[in-house]
């Protein structure tokens, strides 16, 4: 079931999170710019919510399902191309972006699969794709789960991916991957610091896997 609704209803509460996590923001923002920095142009966010990471990046385009939070997108991003649409279907021309951009999405999607094989579709060959998540094997994707099962708005309509299943899922969807980096090394009870993205150690609060289209295509 689309979660659109939720976010349409909250968006401005979801948005204030950059606000009161200053510090871990900074932190994800930064590991996903490093990351795009090394794919192609155009570049498109699927899942773009409010536009807090594709106006750092400087997305060309963005998709996302709630009216919503592509209102305050488009306050933060007027230049760029924002349409509404869902992940699994998305109302864009195959092979015409140099990067998809997918930032804490495939846990509020349907079917995240196929989020993944469509944007293989709309990737250029060569293409990258730049997903991050909040893996449910670490501390934080365990604290998370605690939290939606304590009721929490967000989380509790969530369903945070493992960091193997990730990588299965983007693999099968046609990707090779190239690069796995992460950022909060610290617990979500602990005092956040600036820290640099680092390769997995077992424990990352936020990961971001860099994968190039390949040829052979999605595993059906």
Excluded: Q
Aim: hydrophobic share 40%; charged share 25%.
């Amino acid at each position: 079931m689309s979660t659109a609704w939720l976010f349409d209803a909250l968006g401005e509460r979801y948005d204030r999170w950059y606000e009161r996590h200053k510090l871990l923001a900074v932190l994800e923002a930064t590991l996903v710019s490093r990351m795009v920095s090394k794919g192609s142009r155009p570049l498109v966010e699927v899942g773009v919510g409010t536009g807090f990471f594709a106006s750092r990046v400087g997305a060309e385009a963005g998709i996302d399902p709630s009216m919503s939070m592509l209102g305050i997108a488009r306050e933060r991003m007027p230049s760029s191309l924002l349409v509404a649409g869902r992940g699994e279907r998305l109302p864009l021309r195959s092979s015409s972006f140099g990067t998809v951009l997918i930032v804490v999405t495939l846990c509020f999607v349907d079917d995240p699969g196929e989020v993944l094989r469509e944007s293989w579709r709309i990737l250029k060959p060569r293409g990258s794709l730049v997903s991050c998540i909040v893996p449910g094997d670490s501390s934080w994707g365990r604290w998370y789960r605690k939290l939606g099962k304590e009721g929490h708005p967000f989380y509790s309509h969530a369903r945070f991916l493992d960091r193997g299943e990730h990588l299965s899922l983007i693999e099968d969807a046609g990707f090779r991957v190239v690069e796995e980096l992460g950022v909060l090394s610290f617990p979500p009870w602990g005092e956040p610091r600036l820290e640099e993205p680092r390769p997995w150690n077992g424990d990352l609060g936020f990961i971001c896997v860099r994968a190039l289209k390949s040829l052979k295509g999605p595993k059906r």
